[in-house]
């Protein structure tokens, strides 16, 4: 009964850490680890685990970690959660505990340095599963934190694992090409990268006033030195639907992949693009994000998935089942299985395909042709 959209089988290995289902940013935090076992119990619940090799859980040791990021941080992060070293307010200068509007984007949390060896280890694995040939695809939807920098916390991520990945992928290819169609911008990845002419990162993101992370990602932003044109953004205001994120994404990606013709290529599949996110504000229904994913994997090219943001936790773990059955080949039928978190999906008629309440988009307002003049802009540092 295996379908698969392409006619071509792919090998997919998959990650999964049980030990990250119960970390907890707090309570009124938007963040929530859990949906990646959500996910997971789906993704079991399906039988899409007897398609795929499951990767052994590593956790990332120290050194790993230091890879990407300064020393002290990383001494912060492990200190602070052993409990040898009292949260003072310098941890503010980290990124960490920063209180604002009562809220804490980053809070130092029970578990934090297990929680980042755990979902930074997932992608090392990933990764190193692609470089020595055993996959064609390999998943970890615990990574995919796009915002941390070398020496802080940001935007809910205190470790890059994706810089990570990228690091290890270019042991092994040439060039390595970094895809982020989460609804934020992927300024730490781009940031680690912008110097870099063996890596080409691309965000497609919301861009609007007040919109996390603010001034990163407008579409004039492409890279610097060595790197220049090798960084890309498409920025989108709100009401993105599926129709108009393709008329975007399909033919950049086409031209992406024939002028930088990468060896790898990792895609950050944030699932806050979605309609109904309790953050984004695009339209994109599952299909249409799926599509995203299906369109990267017909390059028959090594990709790694990793996960992202994505604050309403049903829709994100039907979404990330989807696109792993998308990366097996496998069309899944729409009735969720009856499985342990399946009361999560009763608003959403138990069905992986919730329905899209199509507002208005504000990207074509007919008179400005938004999407047309956005795609031109980013195809014209392409022929760059
Ligand atoms: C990858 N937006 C991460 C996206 C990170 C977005 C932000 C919140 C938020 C945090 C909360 C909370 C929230 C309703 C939403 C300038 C601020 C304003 C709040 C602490 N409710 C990813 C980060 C973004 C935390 N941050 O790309 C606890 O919204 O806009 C900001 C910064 C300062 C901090 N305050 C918000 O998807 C994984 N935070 C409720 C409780
Ligand atoms: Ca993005
Ligand atoms: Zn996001």
Redesign the pocket.
């Known amino acids: 009964s295996a379908s698969c959209p392409d006619g071509q089988k792919r090998r997919v290995c998959y990650y999964y850490d049980s030990g990250i289902a119960n970390v907890d940013y707090?309570p009124?935090?938007?963040?929530v680890p859990r949906r990646v076992d959500m996910a997971h119990a789906l993704v079991r619940s399906y039988g899409l685990l007897d398609d795929m090799t499951r990767l052994r859980e590593r956790p990332a040791t120290e050194d790993e970690i230091c890879a990407v990021h300064d020393h002290d941080y990383v001494d912060l992060l492990r200190d602070l959660t052993l409990g040898n070293k009292p949260v003072t307010c310098d941890v503010k200068a980290y990124g960490l505990n920063k209180v604002?509007?009562g809220?804490?984007?980053n809070p130092v949390i029970p578990g934090m340095w297990d929680y980042c060896q755990r979902y930074s280890g997932g992608s090392l694995t990933a990764a190193r599963a692609l470089a020595a040939g055993e996959a064609d695809i390999a998943i970890n939807w615990s990574g995919g934190?796009?915002?941390a920098c070398s020496g802080k916390a940001s935007?809910?991520?205190y470790v890059n694992d994706i810089t990570m990945a990228v690091t290890e992928l270019l042991a092994h290819f040439r060039r390595v090409l970094y895809l982020d169609i989460?609804v934020?911008h992927g300024d730490g990845v781009e940031a680690a990268f912008a110097d870099s002419n063996r890596v080409m990162t691309v965000s497609f993101h919301q861009c609007t006033e007040g919109f996390?992370p603010f001034k990163n990602g407008l579409v004039d932003d492409v890279g610097e030195g060595t790197g220049i044109y090798r960084t890309l953004n498409v920025p989108m205001k709100e009401g993105m639907d599926d129709e108009g994120y393709h008329r975007m994404f399909r033919p950049i990606m086409a031209r992406v992949m024939e002028v930088f013709q990468p060896e790898a290529i990792v895609m950050q599949c944030?699932a806050?693009s979605l309609f109904g996110d309790k953050?984004g504000r695009l339209n994109l229904s599952i299909g249409g994000h799926a599509r995203c994913v299906a369109f990267m994997r017909s390059f028959n090219v090594p990709l790694l998935l990793l996960g992202?943001?994505g604050y309403t936790v049903n829709h994100v773990a039907a979404c990330w089942c989807y696109e792993t059955a998308v990366a097996v080949g496998k069309e899944i039928h729409d009735d969720i299985p009856s499985h342990w978190y399946d009361h999560y999906y009763q608003d959403q008629g138990y069905k992986i395909h919730y329905p899209v309440k199509q507002g208005r988009n504000k990207n074509d307002n007919g008179r400005e042709a938004y999407i047309a003049t956005t795609t031109n802009k980013v195809l014209d540092h392409l022929s760059k």
Do not use: W
Request: hydrophobic letters at 30%; one cysteine or more.
């Open positions: 707090g009124r935090h938007n963040m604002v509007n809220s804490i984007d934190m796009h915002h935007g809910f991520c989460d934020h996390f944030g806050d953050l992202g943001g």
